[in-house]
């Protein structure tokens, strides 16, 4: 009987092995790779034999059959990606391209330079000490400016009423990309170049300007009443070296609030005013030269 026992033990061995090998063999695909989706839970495969007294039981777990990606013919491991990379690109889009665009000038990684912002529609800024600019590369040559130049007389006081582009005073950016800049940044600095013609018998002045803040507020070189915000003026020159009837000076306010500014708008009814006779000529002009907006 211990024989017939031993021989049906070896048999009922036999017979679990080949099972074993069956359920490894057809868990893989044909063409060697793993499944794609292997089953969430275990699955558990019972073989219970009983021959008198004697039971053999086994379980065997389908996750015990999966087999290394390293040793199986055309499976793939998943490839490791840089920091930085976005999905589906290449390690050369790294953090401020176009592809994957960072939220600010002042995020680690970005240096001085021209960067891509803004995640949801990317354009270009320029980083300058970890402050986003929007800075004018295509300075206006002399022949622009005398062409384009603004005559004043008495019955246009505002610089939108004359034939003049104001959105150029803050780049022409749109205003979704200018209510993300606001929206990001806690302070913001813009700066704007001043053109101005000396006659013999008239000096305009840029104090004698006032800008037109965000909020509608008058701003000039002292604060008011109506707002603290005002302007500073740097060293005025020569805007050319061959020609000293017009000079130059750039004007620029800062506002920490991030509310008051860009400038929409120039009130020259003061410049104007000045003037000694109604023969006399004003000629203005102004350019964009940055608007940097900051986190700190």
């Not at 800049?181 to 170049?193: E, F, G």
Request: with cysteine.
């Amino acid at each position: 009987m211990l024989t017939n026992m031993s021989s049906s033990g070896h048999n009922l061995l036999v017979f679990v092995l080949v099972v074993l090998f069956v359920f490894c063999r057809f868990t893989k695909t044909e063409e060697g790779e793993l499944p794609v989706e292997p089953p969430k839970e275990p699955q558990i495969i019972n073989l219970s034999h009983t021959n008198g007294t004697l039971l053999f039981k086994m379980s065997l777990e389908q996750t015990e059959c999966a087999v290394d990606a390293d040793h199986v013919p055309g499976a793939k491991k998943p490839e490791k990606r840089p920091t930085g990379i976005i999905e589906g690109e290449t390690e050369n889009h790294l953090l401020g391209t176009k592809e994957n665009p960072a939220k600010f000038c002042s995020e680690p990684g970005i240096s001085d330079g021209i960067f891509y912002i803004n995640r949801a529609d990317p354009f270009e800024v320029d980083c300058i000490d970890k402050g986003t600019c929007i800075v004018n590369v295509n300075t206006v040559d002399k022949e622009t400016v005398i062409r384009s130049a603004i005559t004043l007389n008495t019955t246009k006081y505002w610089l939108s009423q004359h034939k003049f582009n104001i959105s150029s005073l803050y780049a022409n950016i749109d205003a979704f990309q200018l209510s993300y800049l606001l929206m990001v940044s806690s302070k913001v600095k813009h700066t704007i170049r001043y053109y101005y013609k000396i006659d013999k018998d008239r000096n305009p002045k840029a104090e004698d300007l006032q800008l037109l803040s965000w909020t509608d507020r008058l701003i000039g070189t002292e604060p008011t009443e109506q707002t603290s915000l005002f302007y500073g003026i740097d060293e005025t020159e020569n805007c050319w070296d061959d020609d000293d009837q017009w000079l130059c000076t750039d004007i620029y306010l800062t506002d920490a609030t991030t509310r008051r500014l860009p400038i929409t708008d120039v009130y020259l009814k003061n410049i104007q005013d000045r003037a000694t006779t109604s023969e006399e000529t004003v000629q203005v002009y102004f350019e964009f030269v940055a608007l940097c907006f900051s986190d700190e």
